[in-house]
């Protein structure tokens, strides 16, 4: 299994571009994340979704689109990219019963820088 | 307002000799606590949890004690080893399946020779 994987690894876009990051999973989890890291902070929830077809908002969705026609994937859109968008993004999926839902796995990270 | 809260941003532990790494939370509606390390580059990986219903939870090296009243709680790392250089999260969350897991914002811990 090759676990969450996302692509790019790494990217650098100039204020008001678009851009789609890329997040899949192979484990079949029904629940899958979009997190942000701004430097010295804790992750925060962009948007989750709880299976195909079905997303919701987080903590900090404004300027962020989401979309899941598949289990598998999960991509976040950036429509007008801002320089405060500038983060390390981490999607992440889980189980979708029992206690172990909450435990999730997370890919390597997007890391966006926004001039 | 951070509900997860680490104070302690970098701590430095000898090889071989005890880490403790410590969380503060504020909502008493959580139920659920988990702990999270990440190496430079990598995505976080779990480490171990505890629900409400205890007060330790055991792992191998890693412990985890919850302090419900003080709404605190501590994962104790013995021995350290060099491997464990990394920054861990301290997460906690509700049991409902809906709710979501509030990250602190991380310590960093260092091993030294």
């Known amino acids: 299994n090759a676990g969450v994987t996302q692509t790019p690894k790494f990217r650098i876009l100039k204020i008001g571009q678009s851009m789609t990051l890329q997040c899949a999973q192979d484990?079949?989890?029904?629940?899958m994340y979009w997190y942000r890291q701004d430097p010295g902070m804790g992750l925060k929830l962009i948007y989750y979704?709880?299976?195909?077809?079905?997303?919701d908002k987080g903590e900090v969705p404004n300027g962020y689109n989401v979309s899941r026609s598949t289990t598998e994937d999960f991509p976040l859109r950036l429509e007008l990219a801002a320089p405060s968008q500038t983060s390390v993004y981490f999607c992440?999926?889980?189980?979708?019963?029992?206690?172990?839902?909450?435990?999730?796995?997370f890919g390597p990270g997007t890391r966006l820088t926004v001039l | 307002d951070q509900q997860v809260k680490q104070n302690s941003p970098s701590l430095s532990v000898q090889e071989g000799r005890i880490s403790i790494l410590n969380c503060d939370y504020t909502?008493?509606?959580?139920?659920?606590f988990l702990w999270y390390k990440k190496y430079p580059a990598e995505g976080p990986t779990f480490l171990i949890s505890?629900?409400?219903?205890?007060d330790k939870n055991e792992d191998g090296r890693f412990t985890v004690f919850l302090n419900k009243s003080a709404k605190h709680l501590s994962l104790h790392i013995v021995p350290s080893q060099p491997g464990d250089s990394a920054v861990y999260f301290c997460?906690?969350?509700?049991?409902?399946?809906?709710?979501?897991?509030?990250f602190g914002k991380g310590t960093r811990l260092h091993i030294l020779p």
């Open positions: 997460a906690a969350s509700g049991l409902n399946r809906d709710d979501k897991i509030i």
């Open positions: 909502n008493s509606m959580f139920d659920y």
């Open positions: 484990m079949n989890h029904n629940y």
């Open positions: 992440a999926s889980s189980y979708s019963g029992g206690r172990s839902y909450n435990e999730q796995f």
């Open positions: 505890i629900s409400s219903i205890k």
């Open positions: 979704s709880v299976g195909a077809g079905i997303t």
